[in-house]
């Protein structure tokens, strides 16, 4: 429970929103694909220990489908979620949350390492991951 509520009030800072109006990722479909990301990241992998063999036994384990699949899962709600804050009909009158700044950054950066989209999603799975 606490979790949960703990969860939410990161939502809400990092997008602007929480998982609780339903839609594809609910709240608790988005818990269940933070839940299945941290039990394919947490875990022991043969890679670790055998680098050589860790394609083969990803594939034969099935590990490399769920991982691509999860991947595939978050990108397409961090795409929804990045095409609500670019919305140009969306209320200016909320508060800025992460999102907003990241796409600020975006769209000013300029210089040796601009800031892109493929970077605001990393920053996004790692600040709702942690």
């Known amino acids: 429970m606490l979790g949960m509520y703990a969860n939410d009030v990161l939502c809400r800072v990092a997008f602007g929103?929480?998982?609780?109006?339903?839609?594809?990722?609910?709240?608790q479909g988005f818990h269940d694909l933070l839940d299945e990301y941290q039990e394919l990241l947490g875990g022991l992998q043969v890679g670790?220990?055998?680098?050589?063999?860790?394609?083969?036994?990803?594939?034969?384990?099935?590990?490399?489908?769920?991982?691509?699949?999860?991947?595939?899962?978050?990108?397409t709600l961090f795409d929804r979620i990045i095409a609500e804050h670019l919305d140009p009909n969306r209320n200016k009158d909320e508060t800025k949350?992460?999102?907003?700044?990241?796409?600020?950054?975006?769209?000013?950066?300029?210089?040796?390492?601009?800031?892109?989209?493929?970077?605001?999603k990393a920053l996004i799975l790692v600040s709702s991951a942690s």
């Open 17 to 27: 929103r929480d998982f609780t109006k339903g839609g594809d990722y609910d709240r």
């Open 48 to 75: 670790d220990f055998f680098p050589s063999l860790e394609q083969i036994v990803a594939t034969v384990t099935g590990m490399k489908r769920r991982v691509d699949s999860a991947f595939k899962r978050f990108d």
């Open 97 to 120: 949350d992460l999102v907003d700044v990241l796409l600020d950054l975006h769209k000013n950066s300029s210089g040796d390492m601009p800031l892109t989209i493929e970077n605001i």
